[in-house]
T-cell receptor
Framework: GAGVSQSPSNKVTEKGKDVELRCDPISGHTALYWYRQSLGQGLEFLIY????????KSGLPSDRFSAERTGGSVSTLTIQRTQQEDSAVYLC??????????????FGPGTRLTVL | GENVEQHPSTLSVQEGDSAVIKCTYSDSASNYFPWYKQELGKGPQLIID???NVGEKKDQRIAVTLNKTAKHFSLHITETQPEDSAVYFC?????????WGAGTKLIIKP
């Protein structure tokens, strides 16, 4: 079946511009995660959605970052007034359930963001 | 919060030899210990996991061992092949989130 998809695969933008990154999770998965991965580094947690609960935004690095998830499915990560340090690969993952369950996270291929 | 360390950061082994990557964690309440593999240009993919009530789990050429007392778990890959070249991440579960290690780049030399 279809996996997690992300768009665009690559995004080049100018400093100060806003960008929107999209994630389509696996159908039926209630949990959705956004991570940031800088070159050669590990994954930095950004935000977590679980069903209709309020999202866990504890990983968002600044108020320029926001995310929403519409209808419990597609999610959009928005970065306002982009800075060069925002350049990274943004990964989305979904799982059947989040929280206390032992559920595998399925990752999309990521969006590579370059801020000039 | 949970502190996770992976060693080594880079590991180069001859094809056919074994590779071992170690992950240490700080949260004694952690009870789920997965390993993910990330190939170039792709997202991470789960390759093996273990729960806290088990000491070892094996799946063909890969195995994971857990030492809860010492708070570390290890990934073992035997008879390494070129397709094993990738970055491997441990991600023990903290309060309710996976806490990701910095990754180990595994290089398989022909």
């Amino acid at each position: 079946g279809a996996g997690v998809s992300q768009s665009p695969s690559n995004k080049v933008t100018e400093k100060g511009k806003d960008v929107e990154l999209r994630c389509d999770p696996i159908s039926g998965h209630t949990a959705l995660y956004w991570y940031r991965q800088s070159l050669g580094q590990g994954l930095e947690f950004l935000i977590y959605f679980q069903g209709n609960s309020a999202p866990d935004k504890s990983g968002l690095p600044s108020d320029r970052f926001s995310a929403e998830r519409t209808g419990g499915s597609v999610s959009t990560l928005t970065i306002q007034r982009t800075q060069q340090e925002d350049s990274a690969v943004y990964l989305c993952a979904s799982s059947y359930r989040g929280g206390s369950s032992y559920n595998e996270q399925f990752f999309g291929p990521g969006t590579r963001l370059t801020v000039l | 919060g949970e502190n996770v360390e992976q060693h080594p950061s880079t590991l180069s082994v001859q094809e056919g030899d074994s590779a071992v990557i170690k992950c240490t964690y700080s949260d004694s309440a952690s009870n789920y210990f997965p390993w993910y593999k990330q190939e170039l240009g792709k997202g991470p993919q789960l390759i093996i996991d273990i729960r806290s009530n088990v000491g070892e789990k094996k799946d063909q050429r890969i195995a994971v061992t857990l030492n809860k007392t010492a708070k570390h778990f290890s990934l073992h890959i035997t008879e390494t092949q070129p397709e094993d070249s990738a970055v491997y991440f441990c991600a023990p579960r903290g309060n309710y989130q996976l806490i990701w290690g910095a990754g180990t780049k595994l290089i398989i030399k022909p």
